[in-house]
């Protein structure tokens, strides 16, 4: 059949038409069959929806990226033809009922998902199949290898090239902007690439973006950290092993995060970046990831072992997740409480001490004894600080920004207690919630303080915390959320008495 192009303005997946459903019956075409679409030479194989309104008969939608890849302009000649589903919707299938998939099933798979051949139902399968049934260590070498291959990888010339990463699930996570500048210091390089947020109040990426450029091409991020030694960046700028990226939208609305699916999302990523040598921090704790040890455990033991399989030399801590890091929650905030800390000012204990740990086990790795007194000493002298302001400076920064001029939500308000006792528990999912409900990530400025963690003691009307917005709706938003959650727990000393003491 040929139809007429008709661009469409849909934030829908890139390989996506429109076809009026008069148009789809005659050709025997249902929503969520394939076609292939064609333009003089240039083809592509798409999904198709169908409509009774959004398009009239005789014409095709055609989403922005559609068009381009077909070089057409609006009513152009589009030839469209039935096609069968790819070959991997069969392994997706197999994995579904439970079997061990083939290293060509794994690949076929992730070359459908990069080339976006599988229908967000498809992909949704693949997520629920080794969500349920799970995959063995020789299916998540096979995963990770593909990833690999389908994705673009950066060369270094100057080695070994060492890296850090974070499972993640705990907010005011801003250790990689202590780690980094600690690392590179001490003569070590460590070109970071990491993440925006998915589900939390900021990405590693979200965070550095306030005080310098994170969209670094593969050329720049080589050229500075050969140069000066690490390098903090989004490795969504970068085609690194993109079928991660398109695999987390599928398991987003469904709230799940498959355990193979964790090991060989970092593994990828970290090999496609170059990295040698790898220390992995695995937060434990409620409301986290990982909330058991040995669940904790059993990922230390695949990081290694799977990272053995491609050649990165990777080492594990299990780390306290049971309460943000610091007291900062949210980007500007968290930056503003990172750069105190290279500063020398006052801060958390918990941040210097997961920092400089990690720190030291890098160190390490790279033969330097005594890793965590090591990154303490650089930490203290300030030639971490020295090493953040050249990173900022080559990424496009102002190399003399400061804690004090980092600018935090106009809008604010303090939270009281309303009773005395000890602080017994801090809900993490809680008060992510209430961050990106004052705006973040996408809004930078949005966070919170926290004036109180567990085993606190609180005052009856002493301030616990303090959220911060760019927007008065947005703030508002937040505290009632924050009032009825209620994320810090506060418990008297006194749990119960027995027997009951009665009134006279």
């Given at each position: 059949?040929k ?7 849909l ?19 249902r929503?969520?069959d ?8 240039n083809?592509?194989i ?64 992730i070359?459908d ?45 100057r ?5 850090h ?12 902007l ?8 001490a ?14 109040a ?6 550095f ?13 080589k ?18 092993a ?26 990828s ?5 170059g ?12 409301n ?5 040890m040995?669940?904790?455990?059993k990922y ?19 780390s ?32 210097i001490e ?10 390490e ?13 650089l930490l ?11 990173i ?16 935090i ?9 309303d009773?005395?006792?000890y ?8 008060i ?7 705006g973040g ?6 966070g919170?303080l ?25 703030l ?12 810090l ?16």
């Amino acid at each position: 059949m040929k139809l007429k192009a008709k661009k469409i303005d849909l934030e829908s997946r890139d390989q996506m038409v429109i076809l009026n459903s008069s148009d789809a019956e005659n050709i025997g075409l249902r929503s969520q069959d394939r076609v292939s679409v064609n333009h003089t030479d240039n083809t592509c194989i798409v999904v198709v929806e169908t409509s009774k309104s959004l398009v009239e008969e005789g014409h095709i939608g055609l989403v922005e990226k559609v068009m381009k890849r077909l070089d057409v302009d609006e009513e152009s000649p589009i030839v469209v033809k039935p096609t069968g589903k790819p070959e991997s919707v069969e392994h997706i299938k197999e994995k579904l009922e439970g079997k061990e998939l083939s290293e060509h099933g794994i690949r076929e798979i992730i070359q459908d998902i990069v080339n976006q051949r599988l229908s967000d139902i498809e992909l949704s399968a693949y997520v629920s199949g080794i969500y349920s049934q799970g995959m063995n260590n020789r299916e998540i070498k096979y995963l990770i290898n593909s990833m690999i291959e389908t994705g673009e990888t950066i060369e270094y010339d100057r080695h070994p090239v060492f890296d850090h990463h974070s499972i993640g699930g705990v907010p005011g996570n801003k250790i990689t902007l202590l780690i980094v500048p600690i690392v590179a210091s001490a003569g070590l390089m460590i070109p970071k690439t990491s993440s925006r947020a998915i589900s939390s109040a900021g990405g590693t990426a979200d965070i550095f973006e306030t005080l310098a450029d994170v969209d670094l091409s593969i050329g720049e991020i080589k050229e500075i950290a050969e140069d000066i030694g690490g390098t903090i960046t989004w490795g969504g700028a970068v085609n690194l092993a993109p079928s991660d990226d398109m695999i987390i939208r599928a398991e987003y609305p469904l709230r799940i995060d498959p355990y193979p699916q964790v090991l060989a999302s970092v593994l990828s990523k970290k090999k496609s970046a170059g990295a040698e040598y790898l220390v992995m921090d695995i937060p434990v704790g409620p409301n986290t990831k990982v909330e058991e040890m040995e669940l904790g455990r059993k990922y230390a033991r695949d990081f290694v072992s799977l990272g053995e399989e491609i050649g990165i030399e990777t080492s594990c801590a299990l780390s306290y997740g049971g309460q943000p890091i610091g007291k900062a929650v949210g980007p500007s905030i968290e930056a503003k409480e990172a750069l105190m800390a290279l500063e020398g000012k006052e801060v958390p204990s918990s941040l210097i001490e997961k920092s400089t740990t990690l720190a030291g086990m890098v160190l390490e790795q790279g033969g330097i004894r005594d890793g965590k007194e090591e990154a303490k000493k650089l930490l203290e002298s300030g030639k971490a600080l020295d090493k953040m302001k050249q990173i900022i400076d080559r990424q496009h920064g102002d190399p003399e920004v400061s804690s004090e001029d980092i600018e935090i939500g106009e809008y604010s308000k303090k939270i009281y207690s309303d009773e005395e006792g000890y602080v017994d528990s801090v809900n993490n999912e809680e008060i992510i919630k209430i961050v990106r409900a004052a705006g973040g990530p996408n809004s930078k400025k949005a966070g919170m303080l926290l004036n109180k963690k567990k085993g606190d003691k609180v005052e009856k009307d002493e301030k616990k915390y303090t959220i911060y917005s760019e927007y008065e709706s947005k703030l508002k938003e937040a505290v009632d959320l924050a009032n009825h959650l209620k994320p810090l727990k506060i418990e008297g000393m006194i749990l119960e008495t027995h027997p009951n003491i009665k009134k006279i």
